[in-house]
């Protein structure tokens, strides 16, 4: 069972920066595609930037495109998400996933291509 665990979420001002986290454990994560996606309240669950096993392809929603970099460690089962510029609007639940089928198309931005998903963490930009 792999099980993710994501950290670095947290309070940042407009403008600022954050990285996030995923840890992964029961799994070989190398040969993974992940994933992070985001839930703001009152709003369904997005893509947000994504990357393929081993790490040739990455993928980003227009949103946070320019502004966060996706990028893994094989040797240390860790995903992060470095988010720069921050805006209010970034403020959500970051979640991070991982997609356990090896080859193939990869639809990064679909959340029914992952097979296992973290708790979230909280991710709060303010004015």
């Known amino acids: 069972q792999v099980q993710l665990v994501e950290s670095g979420g947290g309070l940042v001002q407009a403008g600022g920066s954050l990285r996030l986290s995923c840890a992964a454990s029961?799994?070989?994560?190398?040969?993974?595609?992940m994933g992070w996606f985001r839930q703001a309240p009152g709003k369904e669950r997005e893509f947000v930037a994504a990357?393929?096993?081993?790490?040739?392809?990455?993928y980003y929603a227009d949103s946070v495109k320019g502004r966060f970099t996706i990028s893994r460690d094989n040797a240390k089962n860790t995903v992060y998400l470095q988010m720069d510029s921050l805006k209010p609007e970034d403020t959500a639940v970051y979640y991070c996933?991982?997609?356990?089928?090896?080859?193939?198309?990869?639809?990064?931005?679909?959340?029914?291509?992952?097979?296992?998903w973290g708790q979230g963490t909280q991710v709060t930009v303010s004015s």
């Open positions: 996933a991982a997609r356990q089928a090896f080859g193939g198309t990869f639809n990064a931005h679909r959340g029914a291509e992952y097979d296992y």
């Open positions: 029961g799994g070989t994560f190398s040969s993974y595609g």
């Open positions: 990357i393929n096993w081993s790490s040739s392809s990455t």
